[in-house]
Every structure is written in structure tokens, then in C-alpha cells.
């Protein structure tokens, strides 16, 4: 991590505030094709996570099934919620009815940040292979706009990203931690972004 500077002001970052981590680029190259498949091996453990996964979700409203998931096995979210075009339930029920600025204290209570939404629906992988993933996570119109960088920064530093690692009382969190993320994410980078066959 020695080439990865960040503004480390992750635990005290307000809930969905912009990114304050700033990370530099390894070098092109220094890592191996080898290695960046590991490298992404790790990156879509977290992605595939249902932390990450069950957001990272197709149109919710027709049919329910394809809906936001919670837990640790799919099934749709309860009271038939639909987070609509807006992501955020403007068209149904707004998201933050229960999703208040921070998590339940209660077991399995709602979970919370001070934004509560679903990615754009482009930015779906519920669903997707790892090779399926890895192409969208390098493709701008469904990675929403980011170079590789800025997806390692957005990892390292969006608060609502963040509370993966910490969803609140019975819930697990995603694998790793947001700055291993985010540094998997420069090795991938470095080593040219490889996906699995």
C-alpha cells in the first residue's frame, strides 16, 4: 500500500459525502497479467457480495423478483418496494421512509446513510458472471462515468459504498476492507485490467 495515498478521513467522512480520498496510480505495468487476475479474483469476491450485489440491481419495479435483495440468500425486498426510475422510490415509497441517516440499532434493524439508494440501473451485476462484471466495471457508460482510478477512489471514499463494512447489527459485512479494495482495484489497473475467460 505504500504507492496508495489516501486522505484518511474514511471513519470520520460524513454519510454520501464525495469521495475525500485521493489515490495515485501504480505504474502501468508493475503488476502481472497473473497478478491483476488474482487482483480482480479479490475485487469480485467484494462485488459479488450480496453488501455490494444486492444493490447493484436491474429495474426493480416489473417484476418485484428482480428487485433490491437483502441477506444472505436472494429474495425480494419485503412490502413489494420498488426503488423505481428514480433509485431512491420517489414513484412508490420513498427509500428514506425507512432508511433514515444511519443503521438500526435493532438486530436485522433497516439500515441507513444520510443518501439512501440504488446505483443507476447500468450499473447492474446482481446476477452477472465475474467476466460479465469486469467488462462493465471498465466500461464508462455503466460504471457510471468513472475511469479505473475514480472507481478506486469511489470505493475508498463513497460513504454509502462504505457502509459495506459496517451494514449494521446482524448483517454481514462485505469482504476486505474498502482501502484493500480500492488498492486491489490499482493492481488490477496497473497489471491492465484483465478479466477471467
Excluded at 416489473?62 to 419485503?78: N, V
Amino acid at each position: 500500500m505504500k504507492h496508495i495515498i489516501l486522505a484518511l478521513s474514511l471513519l470520520a467522512c460524513p454519510a454520501f459525502a464525495e469521495s475525500s480520498v485521493i489515490l495515485e496510480p501504480l505504474p502501468e505495468g508493475s503488476v502481472t497479467a497473473s497478478e491483476g487476475l488474482e487482483m480482480w479474483g479479490n475485487i469480485h469476491e467484494v462485488f459479488a457480495h450480496p453488501r455490494c450485489s444486492n444493490c447493484h440491481v436491474g429495474e426493480d419495479h416489473i417484476p418485484i423478483w428482480s428487485g433490491p435483495h437483502y441477506g444472505p440468500t436472494e429474495r425480494p425486498h419485503g412490502m413489494f418496494i420498488s426503488a423505481g426510475e428514480s433509485r431512491i422510490g420517489a414513484e412508490y415509497l420513498n427509500c428514506a421512509t425507512c432508511h433514515g441517516p444511519q443503521n438500526s440499532t435493532q438486530l436485522h434493524g433497516a439500515p441507513g446513510a444520510e443518501v439512501w439508494l440504488l446505483p443507476p440501473v447500468e450499473m447492474q451485476w446482481h446476477g452477472k458472471t465475474s467476466a460479465e462484471i469486469c467488462a462493465q466495471v471498465q466500461d464508462p457508460e455503466r460504471n457510471g462515468g468513472k475511469t479505473l482510478l475514480e472507481v478506486a477512489e469511489h470505493v475508498a471514499g463513497d460513504a454509502l459504498v462504505l457502509w459495506g463494512w459496517d451494514p449494521g447489527p446482524g448483517r454481514e459485512p462485505a469482504p476486505y476492507s474498502a482501502a484493500e479494495l480500492a488498492e486491489f482495484v490499482l493492481k488490477w489497473t496497473a497489471a491492465g485490467a484483465p478479466c477471467p475467460s
